[in-house]
């Protein structure tokens, strides 16, 4: 396709069937996951090692090696999938190559030591489809991942990308595509759940009393510790974004867009970057698209990383040059947001939703999921939700799920389960303002509804999986610091309410807490949560309510006992060696502060004055024979 020519819907089926023909003609195709996650374990190393090794033996016309964005199962990076027949081959490194050419694709023979090993079973499991990680996902934001390669707009139209565009370039509907919208019943993936196709004709209201067509905005600000959903999305298909974002406009009348995007995103600023300036050359933003005489572009808005700027209004004020400072929300962005103007704000997840609901029917995504939607979008949590799963958990990675699955699915049926023969404890759901969720409610279905009223919440997607080993109250003190940290300090509940709960849960973890903090803690959070400016503050206590409501025990037992029962605390904790000590002496050589003494093959001994209570004996110890009491 020659650059700057405007394509037509005809072009698309063009170049469509045109790329698949091209792929069909290869005997395998070599999906390497170049997402961030197997990048930082050297996966480019990989790809450009596969593609010179193919082209070096001629075996390049009968072998395409293909650069992916994020596969998901980030736990067994860098991963490589031989398709069409789906062969996963995970930890690849440069020096395997030679091994998959010459063992699997010139002589039909997997690679055993390459092949997935389920770390509860032992059994080999040679396909992506046999693997329990990927078997309960249902993909929809994901949908391409691992299949296409993110820098080539070609791969993307051949997965029926822009049809969607097409499709409703055509119908001349805007007034349709909001009422398909609605139908879907979608609500916002940033953490918000507020109904898309609902804004959407808010601002629609707007722009006509204003005169003003409305700004179509992306939010990709992604901050919340553990999470990388929206990063892995852009990284793996900015197109199915762009495309969102050109269907939102069309409804809507918008003109100009913007993806707001934190500066610590690399990659995914690369692939977004080409992915605009690719769709800018085949006519698909930019002036009269597909000679509709529908015209919008789409530009990038760098963050500098602050937490508080993934709040919406916070968001507006940064893109519009100001301190990053939420406001009352008296006023909406839909009606006052970028420039004081109407504008739409929806994140990541959410623009990549879009497509396919247009393609496939708001009837289709509707039966995704809980309650009925079909009047109301209020009335539950339609589609799939994608979640960064990490923590104390086998299958660390990226995983897209139908709301109303259960917690117990995604932590053992996906994730596989608490390593080491630990119990689960806890699970940490929407960031740093989520809640912590105890074992006894595990069964409990995941979407909107259901996590607010355990005293979490969606948010945008992290969940932080908590063993036996983990402190409750020093997790609560963490999120409140980290949130102290990120608190943009323009409101009073907020600025100095967090201070104060963090001194009190200090106090607690150095066991010098006392009963009466525990009922300060809960007026101090309540005050949070009714005072605050913006959400930030408005569930910032969430971390404290919710631990006080399900391991309130523990709060007791630092305060009455002056005991941690995780062995976090130093305060609280000793360390000790028990019998079970073989004399590998691996400890004392370990530890930094030559706390430890003993000579080989003879019981160990810790010396309590010099110990710093790092824990660095405990983790290394082959037997288990270093003891937190």
């Given amino acids: 396709m020659p650059e700057h020519k405007k394509i037509t819907k005809e072009d698309l089926g063009r170049i469509e069937r045109e790329f698949q023909a091209t792929l069909k003609s290869y005997k395998s195709m070599l999906m390497v996951c170049t997402g961030t996650g197997c990048v930082s374990a050297k996966s480019f190393d990989v790809h450009h090692e596969l593609k010179k090794a193919i082209t070096e033996r001629s075996l390049d016309k009968d072998y395409l090696v293909v650069q992916t964005g994020c596969n998901g199962f980030c736990a067994v990076g860098p991963i490589v999938v031989i398709q069409p027949e789906g062969t996963f081959y995970k930890t690849v490194k440069k020096k395997d190559v030679e091994d998959i050419i010459d063992q699997h694709l010139l002589g039909g023979k997997k690679v055993e030591k390459l092949l997935f090993k389920d770390p509860v079973s032992g059994e080999i499991q040679e396909k992506m489809s046999d693997i329990g990680f990927f078997n309960k996902q249902e993909l929809i934001a994901l949908r391409n991942k691992g299949v296409i390669d993110p820098e080539d707009i070609d791969h993307y139209i051949s997965v029926g990308g822009y049809k969607a565009l097409a499709k ?35 601002a629609v209201q707007a722009s006509q009393k204003q005169n003003f067509p409305p700004y179509i905005v992306c939010n990709a600000d992604e901050g919340d510790p553990g999470a990388f959903m929206d990063r892995s999305i852009i990284e793996t298909d900015p197109h199915s974004v762009i495309e969102g974002m050109l269907i939102g406009a069309y409804a809507t009348g918008g003109k100009e867009g913007y993806i707001y995007i934190r500066k610590e995103y690399p990659l ?72 004081g103007k109407p504008t739409i704000l929806n994140n990541v997840e959410t623009w990549a939703n879009i497509p396919i609901i247009l393609q496939k029917g708001a009837e289709w995504f509707a039966s995704i999921g809980t309650g009925d939607v079909s009047e109301n979008p209020w009335n539950g949590s339609s589609g799939t939700k994608v979640f960064s799963l990490v923590g104390d958990i086998r299958n660390t990675g990226l995983v897209e799920v139908p709301m109303g699955i259960t917690l117990k699915e995604i932590i053992y049926d996906i994730g596989g389960g608490i390593p080491k023969g630990r119990e689960f404890k806890a699970v940490q ?68 309410g967090l201070y104060i709960l963090s001194k009190t849960l200090q106090r607690i973890c150095n066991g010098e807490g006392k009963e009466s903090d525990l009922d300060f803690l809960e007026e101090v959070s309540d005050t949070l949560s009714e005072g605050s400016l913006c959400q930030l503050g408005g569930t910032a206590a969430n971390p404290v309510m919710s631990t006080l409501k399900y391991f309130k025990e523990e709060y007791i037992e630092h305060i009455k006992e002056k005991k941690c029962r995780a062995g976090i605390c130093k305060a609280l904790i000793t360390y000790s060696i028990t019998d079970a000590c073989t004399g590998c002496m691996i400890c004392a050589r370990k530890c930094p502060v030559d706390a430890v003494s003993g000579e080989a093959k003879k019981l160990h001994k810790i010396d309590t004055d010099k110990c710093i209570k790092c824990g660095i004996c405990s983790e290394v110890c082959p037997v288990d024979a270093v003891e937190v009491n």
């Avoid at 572009?297 to 004020?317: K, N, Q, W, Y």
């Fill in 168 to 202: 409703i370039l055509e119908m001349k509907d805007p007034e349709g595509v909001i009422k398909a919208v609605k139908a879907s019943g979608i609500r916002g993936r940033g953490g918000g759940g507020f109904p898309a196709g609902v804004k959407w004709e808010s």
């Fill in 268 to 339: 995914a600023m690369t692939r977004l970057q080409k992915a605009i300036a690719q769709a800018r050359d085949y006519g698909l933003l930019g002036e009269n698209i597909m000679n509709s005489g529908f015209s919008f572009d789409i530009h990038i808005h760098r963050g500098a990383g602050a937490f508080v700027c993934g709040e919406s209004t916070a968001l507006m004020a940064s893109m519009s040059g100001q301190v990053g400072e939420p406001r009352a929300k008296y006023i909406h962005n839909v009606e006052s947001g970028y420039r």
């Fill in 429 to 496: 759901t929407g960031g740093p303002s989520g809640g912590c969720i105890p074992a006894s409610l595990l069964d409990m279905k995941v979407d909107f509804d259901s996590l607010t009223q355990a005293g979490s919440m969606m948010g945008s997607g992290g969940m932080i999986v908590m063993d036996e080993k983990t402190c409750m109250v020093d997790v609560a003190r963490y999120f409140v610091d980290f949130l102290i940290d990120e608190s943009c300090g323009k409101c009073t509940p907020c600025r100095e």
